[in-house]
């Protein structure tokens, strides 16, 4: 058992698993230093103010589904603003031959809706009572098929999937894509009775913080990240540490940007980047790891002055694969975030790529833009394209995909830590990729450093 003092915690990566986690050692007590290899904080999470819009690059908002997001914000009081999505963003679209329809929100719509068959809203009926998956492997895809259906599989998940994963549901397996999902079926033996049963189910005043609202933060989302570096000291973080090398050294670990020995290091870099920072770890034990399957998406966000399309009144609307369409989906921030465009404008970040496309992020801006223009133009009924704000961003490695090799993964990880005290691989290479993941994931690495000590 180590004493506080003689702790010192190397933290790769200051996006927003990194700052959490220094925040929650930094309230421990436990000194820390974070090594960055651009020149701010918080990855690719950064906000933008053009041509009247407030933009994002990254993810565009949070949803509250892990109390530890809500402590968060708690812990740093006024030093942000939490902005909460109005009602507009329960409403979801799906793209149904020439038109948008939307998800359904209930039993009424679902019976109703144009988006599944016949036969497989009769098939619904027997969920509850089909026989529990035994393949821990199986992917999301063959859960669906096997319990829902073929068309719940076309016009709800996959385009679900699209939206989170830019993926595809064929090749993610859901007891780590999707954690929950799995355990209603396993720990329930259904979704529909896994679910309202978990809902009768008594909660935690802990618990109940965990809301499921959309957020984001007035004035965008780096303010959260600006806030965090404020209450870390901008000291505590070395900028541009490009070429970052950790080295084994004795019982401790040295870093090419520090003169300092450390006893702990925390990764949450993306898994193609951890040969590189981690030359001293075999690179046989680690393949595993490091060769995880990302998609490439590219993001264009679009302003208007003038709105003269279909009216926004959702949180956006995602494209199912079968439609052939060439864009992934298309958010609506304006609709349920406010100033985000001037009034009767509109903000939307429209996606492009992943898995399944990933030619699409190799093309010109121009190639982009025609594309976004053409398919726009037919899906909102415009009648020209003229923003007045144009961004493209390119993510080739924008989303870790769990694959069929999620359970190697996890043990390799498990491996490597044990082989070499005070390594923690962390970061969206496991347990997650959204806001309340990252947040989560920080806070807990914080707190198996800080229960060490006791």
């Not at 990855?43 to 103010?49: A, H, K, N, S």
């Not at 003269?308 to 079968?322: N, R, T, W, Y």
């Amino acid at each position: 058992m180590e004493e506080k003092g003689k702790i010192k915690v190397a933290i790769v990566g200051a996006g927003l698993t990194g700052l959490t986690t220094a925040f929650y050692l930094k309230k421990a007590g436990v000194d820390f230093q974070i090594f960055e290899k651009a020149d701010r904080a918080g990855g690719v999470i950064q906000t933008y103010r053009e041509e009247g819009f407030t933009f994002e690059a990254g993810p565009n908002s949070g949803v509250l589904s892990k109390p530890e997001v809500a402590e968060l914000f708690e812990d740093l009081g006024d030093d942000c603003t939490l902005e909460m999505a109005d009602e507009t963003a329960k409403a979801r679209w799906i793209w149904l031959k020439d038109k948008w329809v939307p998800l359904p929100s209930g039993p009424v719509s679902g019976i109703t809706t144009p988006l599944f068959s016949f036969s497989d809203k009769l098939r619904l009926l027997a969920e509850p009572f089909r026989k529990k998956g035994n393949n821990p492997d199986e992917s999301l895809a063959d859960l669906v098929l096997r319990r829902m259906g073929k068309s719940f599989l076309d016009y709800a998940i996959d385009p679900f999937i699209l939206g989170i994963y830019s993926g595809d549901p064929a090749k993610l397996v859901t007891k780590y894509a999707f954690p929950k999902l799995y355990r209603l079926e396993q720990d329930y033996g259904s979704f529909i009775g896994g679910s309202l049963k978990k809902a009768r189910e008594p909660k935690s005043e802990r618990d109940k913080k965990a809301t499921k609202s959309i957020f984001s933060f007035k004035g965008g989302l780096h303010n959260l990240i600006e806030a965090m570096v404020g209450r870390l000291g901008v000291e505590n973080i070395t900028l541009n540490a490009n070429d970052l090398q950790v080295k084994r050294i004795n019982e401790g670990y040295s870093i090419n940007h520090s003169d300092q020995v450390f006893t702990h290091v925390v990764s949450t870099t993306g898994s193609y980047e951890l040969e590189n920072v981690f030359s001293f770890i075999d690179k046989e034990a680690l393949n595993v790891v490091s060769n995880m399957n990302y998609s490439k998406v590219v993001q264009v966000a679009l302003g208007f002055n003038n709105w003269e399309g279909i009216p926004l009144q959702a949180f956006g609307g995602l494209v199912p694969s079968v439609e052939k369409r060439r864009i992934l989906g298309a958010l609506f921030l304006s609709t349920f975030l406010k100033n985000k465009a001037p009034e009767n404008g509109a903000l939307l970040s429209v996606f492009l790529g992943g898995i399944r496309r990933p030619e699409i992020i190799e093309l010109t801006d121009t190639q982009i833009i025609q594309i976004v223009k053409e398919e726009l133009m037919q899906m909102f009924r415009l009648d020209s394209f003229s923003p007045e704000l144009i961004k493209i961003f390119r993510y080739r490695h924008a989303i870790p995909q769990y694959g069929p090799e999620s359970e190697q993964k996890m043990k390799a990880i498990a491996r490597l830590e044990k082989k070499y005290p005070g390594l923690i691989l962390a970061g969206n290479i496991r347990d997650g990729i959204g806001i309340a993941d990252r947040v989560n994931q920080g806070r807990q690495v914080a707190s198996e450093i800080v229960n060490s000590l006791k």
